[in-house]
């Protein structure tokens, strides 16, 4: 269980994290995909931790966790004696919600568009739409012509923008990215040969 945002994308990849009963964060545990053992992966998603098979700990809570390595204050206390069904058993709504928050935080530091870009932006998407419901291949050449200017203005300004001058720092959080995220999203916009 995953959340993701089209905007953060995998900078700010959200899922449930969890807690030992001292608090502390386990590594990745190794789930088995054979009886000799031989096969299988590692894992750090929250189901895997039940100490089921020998795989890893049993986890005492659930809290919200990104992958930008924010991790949520709050921590919901696994109650192992009223579960049936792990983890279909498992109320995943408080460590969601505090991702959410999580969310609108990194949401108020990103730099904001002009209204009038906002107000088109929106207008273009349900224009969009529309036109997908009239005329499925008019809306495919729209798109395309939307793709072709995002690349070329993205381009011209990513070129533009210097890591001398302005941090990786201030890039990401102005973007809403990781640094990577970041430099990859710049990158994106180059074009191809």
């Not at 995998?10 to 053992?37: F, K, Q, R």
């Not at 004696?81 to 969601?96: K, N, Q």
């Not at 997908?132 to 070329?152: D, F, N, T, Y």
């Amino acid at each position: 269980m995953k959340w993701l945002t089209g905007e953060f994308g995998s900078s700010h990849e959200g899922m449930v994290g969890v807690l030992l009963d001292d608090g502390v964060e386990p590594g990745a545990v190794w789930i088995s995909t054979s009886l000799s053992g031989a096969g299988g992966r590692e894992t750090r998603e929250w189901w895997a931790y039940n100490g089921a098979y020998g795989c890893g700990p049993r986890a005492s809570y659930l809290r919200g966790s990104c992958s930008c390595g924010w991790r949520g204050d709050d921590r919901y206390p696994i109650d192992w004696s009223a579960i049936e069904d792990w983890p279909r058993d498992v109320d995943t709504s408080g460590p969601l919600e505090d991702w959410d928050r999580h969310i609108t935080e990194i949401e108020a530091l990103v730099v904001p568009l002009p209204k009038d870009i906002e107000e088109l932006l929106e207008h273009l998407e349900v224009r969009l739409e529309a036109l997908a419901g009239e005329s499925k291949l008019a809306s495919l050449r729209a798109v395309a012509a939307v793709e072709r200017i995002a690349k070329q203005v993205g381009w011209n300004a990513a070129r533009d923008v210097d890591p001398h001058e302005t941090p990786w720092a201030q890039i990401s959080k102005a973007l809403g990215l990781t640094e990577k995220g970041a430099q990859a999203r710049l990158m994106s916009y180059k074009p191809r040969r």
